[in-house]
T-cell receptor
Framework: DGGITQSPKYLFRKEGQNVTLSCEQN?????MYWYRQDPGQGLRLIYY???????QKGDIAEGYSVSREKKESFPLTVTSAQKNPTAFYLC????????????FGPGTRLTVL | QKEVEQNSGPLSVPEGAIASLNCTYS??????FFWYRQYSGKSPELIMF????GDKEDGRFTAQLNKASQYVSLLIRDSQPSDSATYLC????????????FGTGTKLQVIP
């Protein structure tokens, strides 16, 4: 089955810890994205990557970091510098940055204890 | 003014009726328009995309686009309780990397 997987489904973090959220896709898509969703707000773009070894900041990149060493993988690290990290994190991919129909993974719900 | 605006709802319709979900956008250069369905606690699922003015039908769903009025809508015919979800409208300029901007969504409740 082709698709996007995210792990873990639920993640709990203590204040001051860095955590890494996994996103993998086997759709052979070039472009990948990370969004954050908070109650009552639209999806906000954290980072995106158009090709391997390249990524760009989105609207709310502060306190987050990413890497894109493989086409299939785009992990997101939530650092201790992110002041309010509790949210639903969504990874998405599209064929490329021009054909921009995005497909989402199942999401990771992060809670800071 | 928000870039993509949707009425948060809830929009309540009886089972079997037509549900009409509306979305307006502010960027006149927008070229690609998407509708996603999001069940509570789940991730968004693509329902339809539309690029040209007019109607696009897919099963019980019809997307309508009017670029002059900066308006896109989603009609759901023969609404079912399983259609109860939040529907997100998304818009982008397309061509090169252009950010997709999402609305906050309209919650639809289909009453049996």
């Amino acid at each position: 089955d082709g698709g996007i997987t995210q792990s873990p489904k639920y993640l709990f973090r203590k204040e001051g810890q860095n955590v890494t959220l996994s996103c993998e896709q086997n759709l052979n898509h070039d472009a990948m994205y990370w969004y954050r969703q908070d109650p009552g707000q639209g999806l906000r773009l954290i980072y995106y990557s158009q090709i391997v070894n390249d990524f760009q900041k989105g609207d709310i990149a502060e306190g987050y970091s990413v890497s894109r060493e493989k086409k299939e993988s785009f992990p997101l690290t939530v650092t201790s510098a992110q002041k309010n990290p509790t949210a639903f994190y969504l990874c998405a991919s599209s064929i490329d940055h021009i054909r921009d129909t995005q497909y989402f993974g199942p999401g990771t719900r992060l809670t800071v204890l | 003014q928000k870039e993509v605006e949707q009425n948060s709802g809830p929009l309540s319709v009886p089972e079997g009726a037509i549900a009409s979900l509306n979305c307006t956008y502010s960027d006149r250069g927008s070229q690609s328009f998407f509708w996603y369905r999001q069940y509570s606690g789940k991730s968004p699922e693509l329902i339809m995309f539309i690029y040209s003015n007019g109607d696009k039908e897919d099963g019980r769903f019809t997307a309508q686009l009017n670029k002059a009025s900066q308006y896109v809508s989603l009609l759901i015919r023969d609404s079912q309780p399983s259609d109860s979800a939040t529907y997100l409208c998304a818009v982008s300029r397309s061509g090169g990397y252009q950010k997709v901007t999402f609305g906050t969504g309209t919650k639809l409740q289909v009453i049996p």
